[in-house]
């Protein structure tokens, strides 16, 4: 209790003092800054209470919490189910605080941003569109999304509660659906259940916590569920998850894993989840045949919608990046053609499909260099990718030595793996842009 008491007490005077400060005028700097140094920092201090509590070491403590808070999902404890309830749920709650951004938590309420705010979110916010406001005032803007959020997690809490949860797993395993993130209060995940109803209500709320929030807002307002359809983005979305579960399925059933209806049950689950970078589990992935951990890590790569709380590239810049190519094909044969790209019927500026090339370029850099670096540690080559892949497309689970947790990793490649999952998080040129030269000059 001491402890607590005294965090809350330096909480406290840090809040009192900072609210004096002027934060009307944020540069757009100052803006990536904040955003990079509030997830490292809320990190650090996430995981001091997790640290009392387990008896883990430092680091493993802040990979814990900067796990949840990015809603990555990997973890580096085992026997969750003898573990007090309190905690459990303390790291389901850093989970869905995380969900939604803590910087756009900051911009709800501290509404004395003003126009700061406004870059601020721009700064976190995921995608490569970043003016689709919902008001013309930010603090507004954020106050909707949360809206969103929280009424999406109590549905969820209440699906869950009737499809056969205790109370208290049902609001844990609502905290971390809609936040897509992915941890559970059983070591089992969510096959705990031994459930297939349970499975699907996840489903439909880990597509729903992947796609846009600022589209759940507008299909609400206009009270038009048809307005999910019109949304390339989504559509393509919904689409490529029902083909990989199709995909998927008849792998496992060719492999005389399951009986048709069992198979299609976990090929749906487990597409869904690696596709929204959720990353629950259900059955046993190290006996399915290995070209379907292939498969999912390359699900996990295409991601979930813009403007959701799901990692990977997203599905914005897939549909993007194949028209540039599909184009670059035509023009071989046509040269003097002249094909504009679309998206949603409008011409896309090119700064923004340079951008979305760039992103593209970046991310698998990242992943080529990291995987490297982790294999330095005394990683093989699969388990360094895959876990390189769970936490920069803030997934999860990873396969080889890392299938079951990330106690393997060293306390060197545990530090690496957080760099990791706060570059994914913040779609790394939030990160990369500090690392510049001219960032720092004025």
Not at 254 to 277: C, K, N, Q, W
Not at 376 to 386: C, I, K, P, Q
């Amino acid at each position: 209790m001491k402890p607590a008491f005294s965090f809350i007490v330096i909480a406290f005077i840090l809040l009192y003092r900072l609210k004096k400060g002027d934060m009307s005028n944020v540069s757009y700097r100052d803006a990536l800054m904040f955003a990079s140094l509030t997830w490292g920092l809320t990190g650090i201090m996430g995981g001091i209470p997790i640290m009392l509590v387990t008896d883990i070491s430092f680091t493993d403590a802040v990979f814990e919490s900067l796990s949840a808070l990015t809603t990555t999902g990997a973890t580096v404890l085992t026997g969750l189910d003898a573990m007090p309830k309190s905690f459990l749920m303390y790291r389901q709650f850093l989970q869905w605080m995380g969900g939604l951004g803590v910087v756009i938590f900051v911009v709800a309420v501290l509404p004395m941003l003003n126009v700061g705010g406004m870059r601020l979110l721009k700064a976190e916010t995921p995608g490569p569109v970043k003016d689709d406001k919902l008001s013309p005032r930010i603090a507004n803007t954020a106050h909707y999304l949360w809206f969103i959020y929280v009424l999406l997690t109590v549905l969820c809490a209440i699906a869950y509660y009737f499809s056969g949860m205790s109370f208290y797993d049902a609001i844990a395993h609502s905290f971390t659906t809609i936040s897509t993130g992915g941890f559970s209060t059983h070591d089992a995940s969510m096959w705990f259940f031994k459930s297939h109803l349970i499975l699907f209500v996840s489903n439909i709320f880990m597509l729903l916590g992947a796609i846009s929030f600022a589209l759940h807002f507008r299909v609400m307002h206009a009270t038009s569920p048809f307005l999910y359809w019109r949304d390339e983005e989504t559509r393509v979305f919904i689409c490529l998850v029902g083909g990989l579960i199709v995909v998927l399925t008849i792998m496992l059933v060719m492999g005389d894993r399951y009986p048709l209806a069992e198979g299609l049950s976990f090929a749906a689950f487990h597409v869904i989840s690696f596709i929204t970078s959720t990353g629950f589990g259900a059955a046993d992935l190290s006996t399915w045949p290995e070209v379907t951990g292939f498969f999912l890590v390359f699900c996990a790569y295409l991601g979930g919608c813009a403007g959701s709380t799901a990692g990977g590239n997203k599905i914005i810049r897939d549909i993007i990046t194949f028209k540039a190519i599909r184009r670059e094909l035509f023009q071989c044969v046509h040269p003097k053609a002249i094909l504009p790209l679309r998206f949603q019927g409008q011409p896309v500026d090119e700064r923004v499909s340079h951008a979305v090339m760039a992103f593209m370029s970046v991310a698998a850099g990242s992943s080529l260099v990291f995987t490297l670096l982790l294999m330095m540690t005394g990683l093989d080559f699969w388990s360094a990718f895959t876990a390189v892949a769970a936490c920069i497309n803030v997934l999860g689970p990873g396969f080889g030595e890392v299938g079951s947790n990330f106690i393997p990793v060293s306390d060197i490649g545990i530090w690496m793996l957080n760099v990791a999952m706060v570059l994914g998080r913040l779609e790394y040129f939030t990160i990369l842009a500090m690392l510049t030269p001219s960032f720092w000059r004025y």
